[in-house]
């Protein structure tokens, strides 16, 4: 049975929460990117893929009353690991391109929680396409892959069908995401104050305390919880909050937790941690060994974007990227091309230097798979036979244009015409390429 979350004193619609108020850009940007959930979950819901949406979207749906009372910049989105090739597939063939994972594409989902799609062309966003709800990899052993979706409810988001956290496990969530980045968003903040007085009356307070403990998120929701009364005032049951201080921590939850918002930054640090709190010995070795001893497919690709004549070299430059990076003009003289921010779509493929036309400007080695898609080349082989690889590395945020500069030949990137530094590369993916084209259609 679909429930529509109905909350006193809101309409049901976008058009009718917002009246005659005039309409902010806030407002406009929240209601298209509703819209663009609304079509992409009527997508998944025609697939029999389970679509659960977290955060901003689903407090939309759930506790603000007008589209532009709560920011936001991008729309977090939970499938089942199951159902995850099956969700990139699908969004790709949309035609939402992938972003970049931190620090290796093979570490999502196994290491990794999330991957990011860039939608649309003018005023673009993203969506983040999670297999986990939370980041740390702590938490990948002792969160049960069933944690939010047990008692998730279906609600109704115009002709789809979308499922949001249940009220507990909705409180659980944004408390421990806001604490895991540090607690620095006023408007998490927001959203846990709110939830508190909107919807408490709804959260099964002894199942939400159940499940904090059970799920070893005791240290994150406690810091999440206290950080919004501060900010706030205090909202949740004086009872509750006492079981929740009264609650066990041990080193390792504290030490994931105050390492998390930090993460990113000092990627050395974060290894270490990782290593130290993440629970199963085995599963432990097979990270460290993907770190410091990776595979000779990931290794070839590295020596082919950056110029290594061997893997040894390889192996010695990924230890020193971090310092290599931070030397002026060394790390643009080890690579004709960088990944950053593009005006046709998403990221893009810059070049650093000039590049003569005929030139080499990368390659790739690719993995085979059995399917077309967004970052598919086709090959033919010795025997003529039509094979397929997927591209990897930053050559997979080649952009199309229908006066491309670069064309692919095998697994090789040539110019087509020179190229100068600072000039972003494209090809031509042929007419149904065209993001002009397809959202025309749409």
């Known amino acids: 049975m679909l429930s529509t979350l109905a909350k006193p004193s809101r309409s049901a619609s976008i058009g009718e929460r917002t009246g005659r108020r005039p309409v902010s850009l806030e407002a406009m940007r929240n209601i298209r990117m509703m819209h663009q959930l609304e079509w992409i979950a ?18 939309h749906q759930a506790l603000y ?6 920011t936001m910049t991008d729309l977090d989105v939970l499938v089942k690991p199951a159902d995850l090739d099956g969700a990139q597939q699908l969004l ?8 970049e994972v931190p620090f290796r594409e093979d570490f999502f989902p196994r290491y990794y929680y999330e991957i990011q799609y860039h939608v649309g062309l003018l005023k673009p966003f993203a969506i983040d396409l999670h297999v986990r709800p939370l980041r740390l990899l702590r938490l990948s052993r002792l969160m049960p ?8 409810v279906p609600v109704a988001l115009g002709g789809s069908t979308v499922l949001v956290p249940a009220p507990d496990d909705m409180l659980i969530h944004l408390a421990a995401h806001s604490a895991i980045h540090g607690n620095d968003h006023d408007k998490w ?7 508190i007085r909107v919807r408490g009356n709804k959260i099964d307070w002894d199942r939400f305390l159940t499940s904090v403990e059970s799920w070893r998120l005791v ?6 919880i206290d950080a919004a009364a501060n900010a706030f005032g205090p909202a949740c049951p004086d009872e509750v909050r006492r079981r929740l201080s009264s609650m066990p921590t041990n080193w390792r939850d504290r030490l994931a937790l105050w390492h998390a918002p930090r993460d990113r930054e000092h990627l050395a640090c974060s290894f270490l941690v990782n290593a130290l709190t993440t629970p199963g010995p085995r599963f432990v070795l097979g990270y460290l060994r993907d770190i410091f001893f990776p595979g000779r497919e990931y290794l070839g690709e590295w020596c082919l974007r950056h110029r290594c004549p061997w893997p040894g070299a390889a192996v010695a430059l990924r230890y020193f990227w971090p310092l290599v990076q931070r030397v002026p003009g060394l790390r643009r003289s080890m690579s004709k091309v960088e990944v950053r921010s593009s005006s046709v779509h998403g990221l893009g493929v810059f070049a650093t230097r000039d590049i003569r036309k005929g030139a080499v400007i990368g390659r790739y080695r690719g993995r085979p798979i059995d399917r077309d898609g967004t970052y598919t080349a086709n090959h033919i082989d ?25 064309e692919m030949s095998r697994f090789r990137v040539r110019a087509l015409v020179a190229i100068r530094a600072g000039q972003e590369i494209t090809m031509s993916y042929g007419d149904d390429a065209c993001d002009c084209n397809r959202e025309a259609r749409q």
């Open 92 to 99: 790709e063939s949309l035609g939402h391109h992938r972003g």
């Open 219 to 224: 240290a994150a929701v406690r810091s999440g």
């Open 382 to 406: 010795a025997a003529g036979r039509n094979q397929r690889h997927e591209i990897t590395g930053p050559l997979k945020h080649l952009n199309h244009s229908c006066r491309p500069t670069a």
């Open 65 to 70: 009353e007008r589209p532009d009372q709560r």
């Open 145 to 152: 892959l069933d944690a939010l979706w047990a008692n998730a």
């Open 42 to 59: 009527g997508k998944f819901n025609a697939a029999g893929i389970p679509l659960m949406v977290l955060k901003g979207a689903a407090l």
């Open 189 to 195: 903040l927001a959203d846990i104050d709110g939830w």
